[in-house]
């Protein structure tokens, strides 16, 4: 063969061969896309997903479609996602409590540091306390005055063992030396109906779910869990102007992928995640839930994935909590 068709059918080949991949790139997404909740629809988990699906699936030209999995403290979402597929139709939206889970449940089927590709942070929230309005408590000195006053007489709610929610509950037992009993739901939204029905009547909900109860007065806010006073509830103290200090605490919000699903895939859809939280309808809608839009790159992500998972470790040893 003449070296000048050695070298034509040569790089004919070589464009053969990156062609698929770049049909692949230019075609996604072909089909519709499909984000998995870990928690019941309602909840700050399900509202922040909901919201940034609408978005993104608006900017790639396919809808993005919610599928609901609660249950497991959102580790049933969670397995789905681990066991799908790595081509791109596939993602979890995925909240603080999966860092936590790394170190709560011992006997999970996935390492969610190891075994999900990190690829956009959506919002940072705080939680915010609030209580039933038939509590005798107008503060949280109250609060805590009254629970010790009636030990494991008041109930908290949670999104499921080992949430923000629950951890809050616990990190609060611990530093205000209460004793309160926690009833587990599988999400927000159904732990906040028999919140304002009044079976139970303590619960550090996330702000997107809770703020909208506490505006129309079916609960009392007593304070923010965040080391400073949230936006969108300015007149709600922090636990620490309020009393008790070393709380602070965030909820956080993003979206994972499967192992080995293609890097140029999740470049994009950090790049369309970026571009949705610098909306102004996006950012305004965050501010009524209370949540702070948290652009960052996929890689920065992960890291910020693994400072957490380190740092709820160390609050499950202290707290002692045990999940099977």
Avoid at 15 to 30: I, N
Avoid at 144 to 171: F, Q, V, W
Wanted: hydrophobic share 45%.
């Amino acid at each position: 063969m003449k070296r000048r068709d050695f070298l034509s059918a040569t790089g004919a080949g070589a464009m053969a061969a990156a062609l698929p991949q770049q049909v692949f790139a230019q075609a996604y997404p072909s089909k519709p896309i499909k984000f998995v909740v870990g928690f019941a629809p309602g909840g700050a988990t399900d509202v922040v997903g909901r919201l940034m699906a609408r978005k993104i699936g608006d900017a790639l030209g396919q809808p993005i479609i919610i599928e609901n999995k609660a249950g497991g403290s959102s580790n049933i979402g969670a397995e789905v996602v681990f066991r799908s597929a790595p081509d791109g139709y596939t993602f979890y939206v995925c909240a603080i409590t999966s860092a936590i889970n790394a170190s709560l449940f011992p006997k999970l089927p996935f390492d969610f540091a190891k075994d999900f590709e990190p690829v956009a942070l959506f919002a940072k929230v705080p939680n915010i306390l609030v209580v039933h309005p038939s509590v005798p408590a107008k503060s949280l000195k109250e609060l805590i005055d009254y629970a010790r006053a009636n030990p494991g007489k008041l109930s908290y709610a949670s999104s499921g063992s080992g949430t923000s929610i629950h951890m809050c509950g616990e990190l609060f037992k611990i530093l205000a030396k209460v004793d309160m009993v926690h009833i587990p739901y599988k999400g927000s939204a159904p732990a906040m109906t028999d919140m304002i029905g009044g079976q139970v009547q303590v619960m550090f909900d996330n702000m997107p779910s809770a703020l909208p109860h506490v505006k129309t007065g079916k609960l009392r806010a007593l304070a923010v869990t965040s080391a400073q006073r949230s936006l969108s509830a300015p007149d709600v103290p922090t636990m620490g102007e309020a009393g008790l200090n070393g709380f602070d605490v965030q909820s956080w919000f993003g979206l994972m992928a499967p192992k080995g699903t293609p890097k140029d895939i999740i470049t994009r859809l950090n790049a369309e995640s970026v571009k949705a939280l610098g909306t102004a309808d996006i950012k305004e809608r965050f501010l009524d839930l209370g949540a702070v839009p948290g652009p960052m790159s996929a890689e920065a992500f992960g890291e910020f994935i693994r400072a957490e998972i380190a740092r709820w470790s160390d609050v499950v040893k202290t707290s002692g909590v045990k999940v099977e």
